[in-house]
């Protein structure tokens, strides 16, 4: 039940390691109903969640519960970035806060307190396709620090991990127990007979939600210039009742959509790109970042080289980018069609041979 899986939520333990799974939080009865809700959300072109029927996963409280123990605060800040989606395939590591690779910038100056929350509706105990995360990496500037975990978590878990911390989807599962959690690269790389299963139709929720301070602020400052999500917040304005369903829960909304309705400055970088701040030094190369999850997007271009302590070495930049690549066309084609391109080659003449 939730409120044992809140009680037991180890605050020290999240911010030493970065993340946490709450067992059991949602029932099966609930899991089931987000399932359907997931495949009507992204039937109807997606887009953020609390302007759709799945508001209630923000409005029953849980994830706000969860970030004001987290954060030791009575209102959190909510300000459109969630979002479902169906078999995505983000096979990269990377990060989601504001400052990715500039270790001087204003994320890094103290403790960052934005977090995001995961829903993964179907078992990823014993199935490939689950969520990577770099254990301790929220408090390292890189891409590359940090042992690598596959979460192997529950449907009717909730998973809440830090912004700045660095992680990958679509991991990849192994058979034998004893054996290491594979890097996002190596998803082909081993026999199809030594992963574990995998579900033809994978769903995730994923949504925002961070303290009140100049970290949220900053945050939302920065999605004002990304394309996809200028875009979702342009076609579903907030309304006065969503506004006062999540305040209800202690979620303080700042109302994007607002913000960037009439501004022509808003979402002109359909990549993440450095962030000005005041004393910011001539821009970092900026390493290429997987699609957005909440709608498919044209994958990135491989990093150029950067000065050594702001950006990753050379080496992983070429990796990084021979990955994202390898994705593209998964990306670009929808993700159901990118899942089915990433089978293995042995399911995939299986399934060809049906």
């Known amino acids: 039940m939730f409120e044992q899986a809140l009680a037991d939520l180890d605050v020290a333990e999240f911010w030493r390691k970065g993340y946490a799974i709450l067992p059991d939080v949602y029932t099966d009865a609930e899991v089931e109903q987000m399932r359907s809700e997931v495949r009507e959300h992204c039937g109807s072109g997606g887009g953020e969640l609390a302007t759709s029927p799945m508001r209630h996963v923000l409005a029953d409280g849980r994830m706000a519960a969860v970030a004001k123990k987290l954060l030791d605060t009575d209102e959190v800040l909510y300000g459109g970035d969630s979002s479902a989606t169906i078999n995505g395939v983000i096979r990269a590591w990377h990060k989601d806060n504001t400052d990715r690779l500039d270790p001087d910038a204003p994320d890094w100056d103290d403790r960052y307190t934005q977090l995001r929350f995961?829903?993964?509706?179907?078992?990823?105990t014993?199935?490939?396709?689950?969520?990577?995360?770099?254990?301790g990496s929220q408090d390292i500037c890189d891409l590359?620090?940090?042992p690598t975990l596959y979460c192997q978590n529950s449907p009717n878990d909730l998973l809440v991990w830090s912004m700045r911390m660095t992680h990958s989807g679509a991991g990849t599962l192994l058979k034998d127990p004893s054996a290491r959690f594979p890097e996002p690269e190596e998803w082909n790389a081993f026999p199809p007979e030594e992963i574990a299963p995998a579900h033809d139709e994978r769903m995730a929720v994923f949504a925002h939600l961070g303290a009140n301070d100049k970290h949220g602020r900053r945050y939302l400052d920065y999605l004002k210039t990304r394309t996809y999500i200028v875009d979702a917040w342009r076609r579903r304005p907030f309304t006065p009742q969503i506004v006062d369903e999540?305040?209800?829960?202690?979620i303080v909304v700042r109302d994007m959509p607002a913000e960037v309705k009439d501004d022509k400055r808003a979402g002109l970088s359909k990549l993440w790109a450095p962030y000005w701040y005041p004393g910011k030094a001539e821009p970092v190369a900026a390493a290429p970042e997987p699609a957005p999850a909440a709608a498919p997007a044209a994958a990135p271009a491989p990093a150029p080289a950067a000065p050594s302590g702001t950006a990753p070495s050379q080496a992983f930049a070429?990796?990084?980018?021979?990955?994202?690549?390898r994705r593209a066309s998964g990306i670009v084609s929808g993700a159901k069609q990118g899942w089915h391109d990433a089978e293995p080659k042995a399911k995939k003449a299986v399934r060809a041979g049906r």
Not at 126 to 135: A, P, R
Not at 320 to 325: E, S
């Open 318 to 325: 070429r990796r990084y980018g021979r990955a994202v690549k």
């Open 144 to 146: 590359e620090t940090g």
């Open 126 to 135: 014993e199935h490939t396709g689950g969520l990577n995360l770099k254990v």
């Open 246 to 250: 999540l305040a209800a829960v202690g």
């Open 118 to 124: 995961g829903i993964y509706l179907q078992d990823h």
